[in-house]
């Protein structure tokens, strides 16, 4: 009912940035929360960085004052820039949607497919 698009993955060197883009489409009435993930080898997924549909943002701890979180009501769609990078920002970075749905009067949590955030030099 409800598909989310990331993109914006790749290979940077530490200290470096990156841009992260998610766009959701579908049955959508309305987008409630909206945000990233990220899932590192041999650690459970964690927060990165969400924002209501008021525009409220929240980030983890480890990002802050590193990382911003953009919404665009109109296209659905989140953007997360990421600067000063380091390794252990190397993950699989998921997005996020807590979606209101049109067809059914439910609210339902999605989650995109995961793009790679790798820093290496």
């Known amino acids: 009912q409800v598909q989310l698009v990331e993109s914006g993955g790749g290979l940077v060197q530490p200290g470096g940035s990156l841009r992260l883009s998610c766009a959701a489409s579908?049955?959508?009435?309305?987008?409630?929360?909206m945000g990233w993930y990220r899932q590192a080898p041999g650690k459970q997924r964690e927060l990165v960085a969400v924002?209501?549909?008021?525009?409220?943002?929240h980030y983890a701890d480890s990002v802050k004052g590193r990382c911003t979180l953009a919404r665009d009501n109109a296209k659905n769609t989140v953007y997360l820039q990421m600067s000063s990078l380091q390794p252990e920002d190397t993950a699989v970075y998921y997005c996020?949607?807590?979606?209101?749905?049109?067809?059914?009067?439910?609210?339902?949590?999605?989650w995109g497919q995961g793009t790679q955030v790798t820093v290496s030099s």
């Open positions: 996020y949607a807590d979606v209101g749905l049109t067809d059914v009067a439910s609210r339902v949590n999605y």
């Open positions: 924002i209501t549909d008021s525009g409220s943002t």
């Open positions: 579908g049955s959508i009435a309305s987008i409630y929360l």
